[in-house]
């Protein structure tokens, strides 16, 4: 294994392979950037607590894994699969929802969306998981960096009071 290279161009952070090839499962993600970008793939090192995970990017199978900076994404999504079915829309509606936790409406800095299930907010940690509250989602769960939220909601609440 060798060290990680990043570098800061004008278009934003470059990614340098820093891993030998990865062939084993891992879990499937998508990578959501800040600045719009998506990556595919597996990681088998994603920790909340870490500032960087290591992808191998979806098929491409002999190339080395990616060093991702936490700090330059918007969300990390567990998906089932990379394709997922783009004629379905994600219920928010939370109201019948079923699921641990409590009910959250998180609202990103570029205005999207995502409702479910979360037990870890805090609003001083760098982030948090939401479970959707979508029986059919195609998210498993998602990783929330809180630099992208504009707005948390509580949908248990009786006013949907924002905490955020």
């Not at 609003?123 to 939401?130: A, E, I, R, Y």
Request: net charge positive.
């Amino acid at each position: 294994m060798t060290n990680l290279i990043l570098r800061r161009r004008n278009s934003g952070p470059t990614f340098f392979p820093i891993m030998e090839p990865n062939y084993s499962s891992g879990s499937a993600v998508v990578a959501r950037f800040l600045d719009g970008r998506v990556l595919k793939g597996t990681t088998q090192d994603f920790a909340p607590q870490k500032p960087i995970f290591h992808l191998s990017v979806w098929g491409e199978p002999t190339a080395k894994a990616l060093a991702v900076p936490i700090g330059a994404l918007k969300a990390v999504f567990f998906v089932h699969s990379y394709e997922g079915d783009s004629k379905h829309v994600e219920n928010q509606d939370l109201a019948n929802a079923k699921g641990q936790g409590r009910k959250i409406v998180v609202t990103f800095l570029d205005g999207e969306v995502i409702s479910g299930f979360t037990t870890g907010y805090s609003n001083d940690k760098p982030g948090f998981f939401v479970i959707p509250g979508d029986a059919r989602s195609n998210n498993a769960r998602v990783y929330v960096v809180s630099a992208s939220v504009k707005r948390v909601e509580w949908a248990d609440s009786p006013a949907r009071a924002g905490v955020k």
